[in-house]
């Protein structure tokens, strides 16, 4: 069979996947006009791959497409309606990332209050205690609290380190609310204004969908703390993010930790890379040997299984298992 692997497949898991099929591995194109991308898209059986825009243009030019399998939790990069309604499969890579991701997020929150990388550059410029005052003192995180957006099994993860690693208090805001966080870390559940309040740390982690594009804006802004730290490990579009930046101006908010971003790569004269307050990441959530190794190992296995015409194991449109 034809494969596509796109962006981020670990070099092991392309060279297994080659031993049975042919496959061909894209970088950095554009996936809209390069002739060897189209041409070979053409003839495509599975694609495998982080962040391929599969809309329905892609879609239209990829005749023998039967699954696409999405190294990464989240597919909002997916059109999974025309997916289905042509029969393609389409997989993500859910649970094996979680801890990983949730790692992320604290260092996020640590780094954003400890000033952690201002004040490495501060050491590795030559600078030591003996100038060092209160303007280079960060904030505690212990004790504080927490507000996490989207408990699912990335914000889980998220309150067990807070509650059992930082004594914090959980506060969070989902579509439904979850029992398991409430028993095991003595999460509250909030409407989004409620907690918009009252955190100290406000994280977001729900997908991106038509519901959360665009979910924190000036409005939500202005309803947190003056002292708030506000971390995205999201999606880019579930803020936006002219108006991150202007409540970080204003001093609405006090800092932010970002791993993802409106447009990515960012570009170079975004404010937000001016910002001492603003800690910032390259979208690496998930990106540690181990992890990025088990992503690409467990999308290898539910493209493999369905070009077997079996049941991926992490199908997510599983209408088109139910029709065959
Ligand atoms: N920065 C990074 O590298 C990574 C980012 N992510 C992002 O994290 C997201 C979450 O991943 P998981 O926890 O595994 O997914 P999940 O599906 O287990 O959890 C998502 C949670 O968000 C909630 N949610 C959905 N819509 C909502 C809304 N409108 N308001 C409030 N809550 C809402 C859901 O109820 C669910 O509890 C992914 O979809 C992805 O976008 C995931 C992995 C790595
Ligand atoms: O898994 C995801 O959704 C990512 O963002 C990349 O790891």
Redesign the pocket.
Known sequence: MNILAFQRVEKPVLDQLKQNHTVRFFKNVDTTKDPEFLSFLNKTDGIIGLDLNVDQPLINQAPNLKIVSNV???Y?NLDIETLTKRNIMATNT?GI??DT?AD?VFGLILSTARRLPELDHYVKSGNWIESLDSTHYGTDVHHKTVGI???????LAIAQRAHHGFDMKVIY????K?PEAEERFQARYASLDELLRESDFVCL?????K??ER?IGKREFSLMKNSAIFIN???GRTVVEEDLIQALNHKEIAGAGL??FENEPIQLDNPLLQMKNVVTLP????STLETELAMSTLAAKNLQTGLEGKKPPNLINSAVWDNK
């Open positions: 990464s939790v989240g909002n859910p990332l979680t991701v992320m957006i989207g408990m699912g099994r990335i914000g805001h989902s579509r439904t979850k982690i729900t997908p991106l969908t519901e959360t979910l490990g999201s999606r791993d993802v979208h690496i959530g998930s």
